[in-house]
């Protein structure tokens, strides 16, 4: 009797753990030398492309380069830079999540980070805000109408972690080498307001479970509380090293603007420990890939480096949530020529400013 119980505990240990326990095997941590991608966002109704500094600074501190992807680009653009890379982070911003360059681009990134794990490659999404809100657009097949209207805008709110999270946190990825990154993360998450949320619209906690796709394919790693809400802000998948937040880790060591719309959060030392855990964590994964570029100097060429020229200090303008941006002109390095029909200036669609996130 006693062994069966041994055995059943075991198998139960297994199953809870199985994508943890032999991801070390699968895909060892072997590369020192990260290239992740950020996606640029394709604003509504301008004639440019963007990324956020404070995207790039937050994977270079945690020892990462970063090579901007462009949206609205042919599928050879894609097919051909994806697996150079490591990893790619998506970012908040305000698209469309239905159709559009972005909504196309993020769609087709998430279907090429799947093929690659299931072709034995390693590429982790990492999706923020606006790109975790489309995360849960695309593996719901578009199947979701946003009702909370919650403003959780310019607000630092603490993270409730789910309790099956804190009972076993080697049963998902974030939180594996916890003990190794910061053994008291669990601690300041939840008794401390560093968690920045610039959204409009939240998935509640009622909405999800009413989503078989979603519990079946997601963990839950935290949500907030707020108002009358409670609403998910964190979650990983159960296989595909795809994670998101609602709230902005990149923001809280570098975005310093204060004007109505900003500032309302906290750069303290707490603060600052959080972005760097999932920054550390999120680089970490992408160690685990072997995407390479075909030699040094075709790797240099692709780096943000080269980008300088369209790199702004916008923090001074009073209107910008940004320190810093890279403003890129739409077709920038693309030979003339986009893919979709619908990159044109003035792009519009009826949902934008239900839809729309920072």
């Known amino acids: 009797m006693i062994i069966i119980q041994t055995i059943l505990i075991n198998f139960f240990i297994i199953i809870v753990t199985c994508y943890d326990n032999d991801i070390d095997e699968k895909f060892p941590i072997k590369n020192d030398r990260v290239v992740i991608g950020v996606l640029a966002q394709y604003p509504y109704q301008d004639e440019h492309q963007f990324i956020v500094a404070s995207y790039v600074k937050f994977l270079e501190s945690s020892g990462a380069r970063v090579v901007p992807v462009f949206c609205g680009r042919k599928s050879d653009y894609y097919e051909t830079l994806l697996p150079k890379l490591n990893g790619i982070l998506l970012p908040g911003g305000g698209s469309p999540l239905d159709k559009g360059p972005y909504a196309e681009t993020v769609d087709l990134i998430i279907e090429t980070s799947k093929k690659f794990y299931d072709e034995g490659k390693y590429f982790p999404i990492w999706a923020t805000c606006l790109s975790f809100e489309k995360l849960i657009v695309h593996f719901l097949n578009g199947d979701l109408q946003w009702k909370s209207m919650c403003h959780a805008q310019n607000i630092a709110l603490n993270l409730e972690i789910e309790k099956s999270v804190i009972d076993n946190p080697k049963s998902v990825r974030m939180f594996r080498d916890m003990d190794l990154m910061m053994p008291n993360i669990f601690d300041i998450l939840q008794n401390n307001n560093v968690t920045p949320n610039y959204h409009r619209v939240c998935l509640e906690l009622d909405e999800w479970n009413k989503h078989q796709e979603l519990k079946e394919n997601f963990q839950i790693i935290g949500h907030n509380l707020y108002k009358n809400y409670t609403f998910v802000s964190m979650i990983e998948h159960k296989k595909y090293p795809i994670y998101a937040s ?12 204060i004007n109505e719309h900003m500032g309302n959060f906290n750069h303290y030392l707490k603060a600052i420990m959080v972005s760097q855990y ?19 100097l075709d790797e240099s060429q692709h780096l943000i480096y080269n980008y300088n020229e369209y790199r702004k200090y916008t923090g001074n303008d009073g209107k910008s949530s940004y320190e810093e941006t890279f403003i890129f002109p739409t077709n920038v390095n ?10 044109t200036k003035g792009y ?4 934008y400013f239900k839809y729309r996130l920072l």
Do not use: Q
């Open 246 to 257: 609602i709230w902005h880790p990149e923001k809280i060591p570098y975005e310093f603007v």
């Open 348 to 351: 519009y669609n009826d949902n």
């Open 278 to 296: 999932f920054g550390n964590f999120f680089v970490n994964e992408a160690r685990r890939s072997c995407g390479k570029f075909d030699n040094k």
């Open 334 to 343: 693309n030979n003339g020529s986009s893919s979709l029909s619908t990159l």
